[in-house]
C-alpha cells in the first residue's frame, strides 16, 4: 500500500495525551512513528496506558493511510483517463 510522508495526530486526542506522563507520551510517540514508518508495533504490554493510547492512535493511521492510497489511486486513474482522452482527440 502506497504510504504517505506521516500521520495526523487530532486535536481531540489531548485529553488521552493528558493523561500521560510525559515518559509515557515520548514513548508513544516513538511507537507511532516507528509503526508509522516501517509498520512494527512496539511491545507496549506493561504499560496499559500506553496500549491503550496507542490501540487508539493506530487505528486512526491504517485508516488515513488507506485513504490515501486510495485518494492516490483515484488521481492516477482520473490522469490516465485525461491522457487516453487528449490523445483520443489528438488521433481525430
Known amino acids: 500500500m502506497k504510504k504517505p510522508a506521516g500521520?495526523?495526530?487530532?486535536?481531540?486526542?489531548?485529553?488521552?495525551?493528558?493523561?500521560?506522563?510525559?515518559?509515557?507520551a515520548g514513548r508513544l510517540y516513538k511507537a507511532l512513528m516507528?509503526?508509522?514508518?516501517?509498520?512494527?508495533?512496539?511491545d507496549l504490554s506493561d504499560d496499559q496506558s500506553c496500549m491503550l493510547a496507542f490501540i487508539i492512535f493506530k487505528n486512526d493511521i491504517d485508516r488515513n493511510f488507506?485513504?490515501?492510497?486510495?485518494a492516490c489511486e483515484?488521481?492516477?486513474?482520473?490522469?490516465?483517463?485525461?491522457?487516453a482522452k487528449k490523445r483520443e482527440e489528438i488521433n481525430e
Open 7 to 24: 500521520f495526523f495526530t487530532y486535536f481531540h486526542h489531548s485529553a488521552l495525551i493528558d493523561h500521560l506522563t510525559d515518559e509515557q
Open 74 to 83: 483515484n488521481k492516477s486513474r482520473a490522469a490516465k483517463l485525461r491522457e
Open 34 to 42: 516507528r509503526y508509522g514508518d516501517e509498520d512494527i508495533e512496539s
Open 66 to 70: 488507506e485513504r490515501y492510497a486510495e
